[in-house]
T-cell receptor, first 109, second 117 residues
Framework: GEDVEQSLFLSVREGDSSVINCTYT??????LYWYKQEPGAGLQLLTY?????DMKQDQRLTVLLNKKDKHLSLRIADTQTGDSAIYFC?????????FGTGTSLTVIP | DADVTQTPRNRITKTGKRIMLECSQT?????MYWYRQDPGLGLRLIYY???????NKGEISDGYSVSRQAQAKFSLSLESAIPNQTALYFC????????????????FGEGSRLTVL
């Protein structure tokens, strides 16, 4: 399968910005995705970016895509305790989705 | 009610037992998937199905089988469970997209936690 890599853990203080990074291997995905998994729940789509875009902003979320380096990042501004969750990046070349290992974000009050 | 429903939500079983995890969806999607989640490994695809007559192996299909009984139902079986199949299992659906909204987003159930002793 494809390699999608993320760091496993991130801790930030409430009110600070969080940046979650992801590297992927297949550049043929039309979209790249960020999913959020809250405790005891399934994954939900948080945001996505079309592969011909460099940046997408959606309220507190900013997605940056560097296609040359195959690097995707998710920035959460003014991080809140409700943002504590596991965040997965994913690519979908062809018919399958490939997920990263997930980054567990802990927000310290 | 959830759009993607998995049963059971939790199951403890013994090595060698046959286990079935069931998934039903009300989203009307043709595509259905089974993933397993392990800490530090993310989600790995077990099987997927693009319609009732289509079944495909994912990256970790050994030890598992599936049945697509209807468009809305996709079940995962472990014929003889072993401890390293202890994991959180997710069913998901997707719509490949129609004109104007082709994101291919996956919609997940809430998961089935399986423990094999």
């Amino acid at each position: 399968g494809e390699d999608v890599e993320q760091s496993l853990f991130l801790s930030v203080r409430e009110g600070d910005s969080s940046v979650i990074n992801c590297t992927y291997t297949d550049s043929s995905s039309t979209y790249l995705y960020w999913y959020k998994q809250e405790p005891g729940a399934g994954l939900q789509l948080l945001t996505y970016i079309f592969s011909n875009m460099d940046m997408k902003q959606d309220q507190r979320l900013t997605v940056l895509l560097n296609k040359k380096d195959k690097h995707l990042s998710l920035r959460i501004a003014d991080t809140q305790t409700g943002d504590s969750a596991i965040y997965f990046c994913a690519e979908a070349p062809g018919n399958q989705f490939y997920f990263g290992t997930g980054t567990s974000l802990t927000v310290i009050p | 009610d959830a759009d993607v429903t998995q049963t059971p939500r939790n199951r403890i079983t013994k090595t060698g037992k046959r286990i079935m995890l069931e998934c039903s969806q009300t989203k009307g999607h043709d595509r259905m998937y089974w993933y397993r989640q392990d800490p530090g490994l993310g989600l790995r695809l077990i099987y997927y199905s693009f319609d009732v007559k289509d079944i495909n192996k994912g990256e970790i299909s050994d030890g598992y089988s599936v049945s697509r009984q209807a468009q809305a139902k996709f079940s995962l079986s472990l014929e003889s469970a072993i401890p390293n199949q202890t994991a959180l299992y997710f069913c998901a659906t997707s719509d490949p997209g129609t004109s104007g909204r082709a994101t291919g987003e996956l919609f997940f159930g809430e998961g089935s936690r399986l423990t094999v002793l």
